[in-house]
C-alpha cells in the first residue's frame, strides 16, 4: 500500500524540494541536524500531499487523458487519497511550526506559508491550477523556495544578494521551460477546463516573453559574478540549456514526441538547480547533493513511478531525440 501511495503520489518530485533545500543548507548539516531533518521531512510530506491532493482533483482531467492512471487511484481509492492528502499538508504545517519554534525567521515564515497555502489552492478551493497566469508562479516556487529557505536557515541567514541571485536565476530557468510539460496533453487540459500560457504563447510563435526571461536571467549571472564571486560564471550555463529545451519542445509538437520533451524539461531543471548550488554553496557537499539528486530522480522515475516502464523507455529516448 505504501508503495502503491507514493507512487500515485509522484514522489519523485520531492527530489527537486530536497534538493534546493539541502543546498542552501549544506553549510550546516553537521552544525544543525535537527534543521536540516525538521527542514527534509518537510520537504518529502509536503510534495507528497500536494501531489496527492493533485490527484483527488484531477479525475476527470485522468480518466480522458491518462485512464491507466485514473484505474489505479480509482483502485486505492479517491477517498484515501484525499485523506492522506490533507494529513501529509497538515503534518507539513506542523513541521513548519516546530522548525520556526527551534529557528525563528520571518522570511522562512512567510515563504512557508505561501508555499502551504498555495499548495493546497492550486488543486483545491479556487483550484488555482486552471489559471493561466497562476500556473507559471506556483510551479516556479517548487524550484526557487527550497533553497533560498535552505540558505536563510544557514548559521549567517544567508547574505541577501546571494539570495536575490538564487530567486532571479531559478525564477527565469523555471518560467523559461516549466510549461513544456502542459505540451504533453494540450487537448485534454483544455477538455477540463486548464489554461495555460505556455502551450499559447507556442502556438502563437511568441518569442518576445522567453527573450526577457533569458535577458534577466543573463544580466542576473553577470551581476552576480561582479556581486556574489566568480563562481557565479556557472550560471551562463543556463540559457542554453533552456534554448535546448524550447527548440526541443517546438520539433515534439510536429514530431508527436511532446512526452518525452517533457522528461527532458524536468532534467534540465534539476541540472539547473545543481549550477545555481555550485555557483552560489561551492562545496563538495553541494557537488554530492547534486549528484545524488540526480540518481534519485532516474531511480524513482524507473521504480517510484506509477507508470515505471514508460519512464524506462523515455529515459532512452531523451538521447535519440533529434537536433
Known amino acids: 500500500m505504501l508503495l502503491t501511495l507514493l507512487r500515485l503520489g509522484t514522489i519523485r518530485f520531492a527530489v527537486f524540494y530536497l534538493m534546493g533545500f539541502l543546498i542552501g543548507f549544506s553549510n550546516s548539516w553537521l552544525r544543525d541536524p535537527l534543521t536540516l531533518t525538521i527542514g527534509a521531512t518537510f520537504c518529502v510530506t509536503f510534495s507528497l500531499g500536494v501531489e496527492l491532493l493533485n490527484r483527488w482533483a484531477d479525475q476527470d482531467h485522468d480518466l480522458l487523458s491518462e485512464p491507466e492512471r485514473f484505474d489505479q487511484c480509482r483502485k486505492f481509492g479517491f477517498g484515501r487519497i484525499r485523506l492522506t492528502a490533507w494529513l501529509s499538508l497538515g503534518g507539513s504545517l506542523l513541521l513548519g511550526v516546530a522548525l520556526l519554534a527551534w529557528r525563528p525567521d520571518p522570511v522562512v515564515a512567510v515563504l512557508g506559508a505561501v508555499s502551504l497555502m498555495l499548495g493546497a489552492a492550486y488543486s483545491a478551493g479556487p483550484r488555482l491550477k486552471i489559471h493561466g497566469a497562476w500556473t507559471p508562479i506556483l510551479l516556479t516556487t517548487t524550484v526557487t523556495f527550497p533553497m533560498v529557505i535552505g540558505l536563510r536557515l544557514s548559521p549567517a541567514g544567508g547574505e541577501w544578494t546571494t539570495i536575490g541571485a538564487v530567486f532571479v536565476l531559478l525564477t527565469c530557468a523555471s518560467l523559461s521551460t ?127 513511478h506509477w507508470q515505471p516502464h514508460y519512464f524506462a523507455r523515455e529515459l532512452w529516448s531523451l538521447v535519440r531525440v533529434g537536433p
Open 178 to 304: 516549466m510549461g513544456v510539460k502542459d505540451l504533453a496533453d494540450v487537448e485534454g487540459d483544455r477538455a477540463c477546463g486548464y489554461d495555460s500560457v505556455w502551450p499559447r504563447l507556442m502556438e502563437d510563435r511568441r518569442w518576445v516573453p522567453l527573450a526577457i526571461v533569458l535577458l534577466v536571467q543573463v544580466g542576473a549571472a553577470a551581476v552576480g559574478v561582479g556581486i556574489v564571486g566568480r563562481t557565479m560564471a556557472i550560471a551562463f550555463l543556463l540559457p542554453p540549456l533552456e534554448l535546448l529545451v524550447v527548440h526541443k519542445a517546438f520539433r515534439a509538437t510536429r514530431n508527436h514526441q511532446e512526452p518525452v520533451v517533457r522528461e527532458l524539461m524536468y532534467w534540465q531543471t534539476l541540472v539547473s538547480v545543481g549550477l545555481v548550488g555550485i555557483a552560489v554553496r561551492p562545496s563538495l557537499a553541494t557537488g554530492i547533493v547534486a549528484g545524488a539528486a540526480l540518481v534519485a530522480w532516474w531511480a524513482a522515475s524507473r521504480w517510484l
